[in-house]
């Protein structure tokens, strides 16, 4: 079986699997990240999403082969319980998530958004989390708090 290397949350990583097999499948299966969640496995509804690079991904139609040599970021490279990202402390001042299905693929949405534009208007927020999918309703408090982490990450 072929390898395949890439840095997964600043680790470099080889895993020995058929190179077609969904990113979703290695690291949910393979590597233990339960970060991204499978939801449709259509690139419809964003549970999935991880970084690769600065832009958030559908882990479930990626091929794995198409991050070879890449970075690969997923929810636990984003903080953790002791040093919480900004957008998860954000998150969670705003109340912005209920059950928490879709929330990993939405924070690695706004990640990638924050790389590219660290200072988004509440419009280019919207836009950046439009993919993903919230049956919950908290669309305006992410909204509220992607604005807020974006704040914070801005004072020097």
């Not at 998150?91 to 879709?102: H, M, P, R, S, V």
Request: aromatic share 4%; with cysteine; glycine share 8%.
């Amino acid at each position: 079986m072929p390898s395949v290397r890439f840095r997964l949350n600043g680790v470099e990583t080889e895993v020995d699997a058929d190179p077609d097999s969904s990113l979703l499948a290695i690291l949910r299966g393979r590597l233990g990240m339960t970060g991204p969640h499978f939801g449709c496995g259509a690139n419809e509804c964003g549970a999935c999403n991880v970084i690769v690079g600065d832009h958030a991904v559908a882990s479930c139609d990626t091929p794995l082969w198409s991050v070879a040599d890449k970075d690969v970021t997923t929810l636990e490279g984003l903080g953790n319980a002791e040093k919480p990202h900004p957008l998860q402390r954000a998150f969670i001042a705003e109340q912005a998530l209920q059950c928490g299905y879709c929330v990993s693929g939405i924070l690695m949405s706004a990640a990638a958004l924050l790389m590219q534009n660290p200072t988004p208007s509440g419009a280019e927020v919207r836009a950046a989390l439009d993919r993903n999918l919230c049956r919950c309703g908290s669309h305006n408090r992410m909204v509220r708090a992607v604005l807020r982490a974006a704040a914070e990450m801005a004072v020097p």
